[in-house]
């Protein structure tokens, strides 16, 4: 018997033109119908990629958009967060869409942006 783990590798490299042929040899020589091995290969695909991507985020960058009605206090903010001089961070603020911080935890992504909200700017988690 074949090696199930080659086989579901080969499975989930098909191109759709394979993908295809395959499900007519399936139909014509085992009565399987395309609809159904066409599931099966993509649900396969699908679930490989779908954990690979859910494991390989781990660095985020928070993102202002926009500094709403309380500049003064964003870009206070911003210098704490940052280390930032005052000129530095009024021009970070004043070019939103700007990055504040990048490459960093879920955790310290997630404080950043409930103490810039908390401020009076809009932020994006990426």
Same mark, same amino acid.
């Given at each position: 018997?074949?090696?199930?783990?080659? @086989?579901?590798?080969?499975?989930?490299? =098909?191109?759709?033109?394979?993908?295809?042929? @395959? *499900?007519? =040899?399936?139909?014509?020589?085992?009565?399987? *119908?395309?609809?159904?091995?066409?599931?099966?290969?993509? &649900?396969?695909?699908?679930?490989?990629? %779908?954990?690979?991507? *859910?494991?390989?985020?781990?660095?985020?960058?928070?993102? =202002?958009?926009?500094?709403?009605?309380?500049?003064? !206090? +964003?870009?206070?903010? +911003? $210098?704490?967060?940052? %280390?930032? !001089?005052?000129?530095? *961070?009024?021009? =970070?603020?004043? %070019? +939103?869409?700007?990055?504040?911080?990048?490459?960093? &935890?879920?955790?310290?992504?997630?404080?950043?942006? &409930? $103490?810039?909200?908390?401020? !009076?700017?809009? +932020?994006?988690?990426?």
């Amino acid at each position: 018997m074949a090696n199930i783990a080659e @086989l579901a590798e080969q499975l989930v490299d =098909l191109t759709i033109r394979e993908a295809n042929e @395959l *499900a007519q =040899l399936l139909e014509t020589q085992y009565g399987i *119908a395309p609809a159904a091995a066409a599931v099966t290969v993509a &649900s396969a695909a699908g679930a490989t990629d %779908g954990a690979e991507q *859910a494991e390989e985020q781990t660095e985020f960058t928070v993102v =202002l958009t926009s500094f709403g009605s309380k500049k003064i !206090g +964003v870009i206070k903010e +911003v $210098r704490a967060i940052t %280390g930032l !001089g005052l000129k530095d *961070a009024k021009a =970070l603020v004043d %070019g +939103v869409p700007n990055e504040v911080k990048e490459n960093i &935890s879920k955790d310290e992504a997630e404080d950043i942006r &409930s $103490r810039l909200e908390a401020a !009076g700017g809009e +932020v994006q988690v990426r």
